[in-house]
């Protein structure tokens, strides 16, 4: 109980919970909203937005929803940051594990690694691990999640 009132004392907390549900609310609503592909040809390319009634956030070049694949978007995005997080606890488990119990020079060794990994921006080998093994989904998951398991001290 204490946790949850200093949780909801920390305006930024309170703003990111809401934001947080505010994308799970539209990644479940994606489907009964927006029944047809979102990719698919809907209407005249670039529309304004709220001038045309039928699409909210009007449509981009090739005359798709934008409403609509901000809404399916939402669900690729929750995905790829849910299983990279669980990627990232997974490493880190792992490694503070091994580190922790055998102690000596391999947890030397795995510090110097988590260290190596701090010290290089994420977003730099992040793009070369997509740039090495490809774009899929899988890569750029388990990329992200990869990058992401040490986090600095700040």
Do not use: C
């Amino acid at each position: 109980m204490d946790a949850a009132k200093r949780y909801f004392r920390s305006p930024a907390a309170v703003i990111g919970l809401i934001l947080l549900l505010l994308v799970i609310a539209m990644a479940v609503s994606a489907g009964f909203l927006y029944p047809r592909d979102p990719l698919a040809l809907a209407g005249r390319p670039l529309v304004w937005p709220f001038s045309n009634p039928r699409f909210l956030l009007g449509t981009d070049n090739s005359g798709r929803d934008i409403a609509a694949q901000i809404f399916y978007g939402a669900r690729i995005s929750l995905l790829i940051g849910g299983v990279a997080t669980m990627i990232a606890i997974l490493i880190g488990i792992l490694v503070g594990a091994f580190a922790g119990y055998y102690g000596g020079w391999v947890d030397n060794v795995l510090m110097r690694i988590t260290e190596a990994f701090q010290t290089l921006p994420n977003f730099v080998l992040l793009l070369v691990l997509v740039a090495v093994f490809g774009s899929t989904l899988t890569t750029v998951t388990i990329a992200v999640g990869v990058v992401s398991w040490p986090a600095p001290h700040g």
